[in-house]
């Protein structure tokens, strides 16, 4: 089964135990009723974000004689170490994005670009944890930095490579309509949980996202 995720309340984090984006020890929280362990870590603002109109560099000029775009099935972060299979993913009745439960999956959200698309966001998105499983692979997103690489392969084999450009950390009432966006230039955004965990609520009250364009 999948659990909803809503658009306006998403966040998620992961940890692994390799590379710089490794997570602190101590630091976890199960996104199904456990509380956060100690203070929250501090909120992340990293590099540009894309120009809505501009593409980012490094950037691929995508035109006309592009390939079309892929559906994801695997993300890798290789420097937090990260390889985690892709599902696709929809929008519930409530309006909120349905992501998997188990916080080793991320969910690529359908009505999204797809990865290498010639325009638009793709939307990626998972739990930060889960009481079953701990961590989950997301949990690394706050250790991002600008020029790190992401990408996303579909089931074809192609592979469509990404260069992180900024992260950033909004509280859910604040998080952007357009890191949805299916307009402007081609880009990706990762999306988890951060910031305190809310016992009463039973969620985080923040929504870690690192926004990435693709590269050569």
């Known amino acids: 089964m999948a659990a909803a995720f809503d658009l306006a309340r998403a966040t998620v984090s992961v940890s692994r135990n390799a590379g710089r984006w490794q997570a602190g020890t101590g630091a976890a929280c199960l996104a199904f009723g456990l509380a956060l362990l100690g203070n929250p870590p501090a909120p992340v603002e990293l590099g540009a974000l894309p120009a809505p109109s501009t593409p980012s560099r490094p950037v691929v000029t995508v035109s006309a004689a592009s390939p ?21 993913v929809a929008t519930g009745a409530d309006g909120a994005l349905v992501v998997p439960d188990a916080p080793s999956t991320v969910g690529w959200w359908s009505p999204s670009s797809l990865a290498g698309g010639r325009r638009g966001t793709t939307v990626i998105a998972g739990h930060v944890d889960s009481a079953a499983e701990g961590m989950g692979v997301l949990s690394v997103l706050r250790r991002a930095r600008p020029g790190d690489e992401v990408v996303l392969r579909g089931a074809e084999g192609r592979e469509v490579r990404y260069a992180v450009v900024a992260v ?5 009432a604040e998080l952007p309509p357009e890191v949805f966006s299916s307009t402007g230039p081609p880009q990706l955004v990762l999306i988890t949980c951060g910031g305190r965990f809310d016992k009463a609520a039973r969620h985080y009250t923040d929504n870690v996202v690192v926004h990435a364009v693709p590269v050569g």
Not at 73 to 88: D, W
């Open 168 to 172: 950033r950390q909004y509280t859910k």
């Open 68 to 88: 079309a775009g892929t559906i994801p099935t695997q993300l890798e972060l290789p420097a937090g170490g990260v390889s985690a299979p892709v599902v696709p």
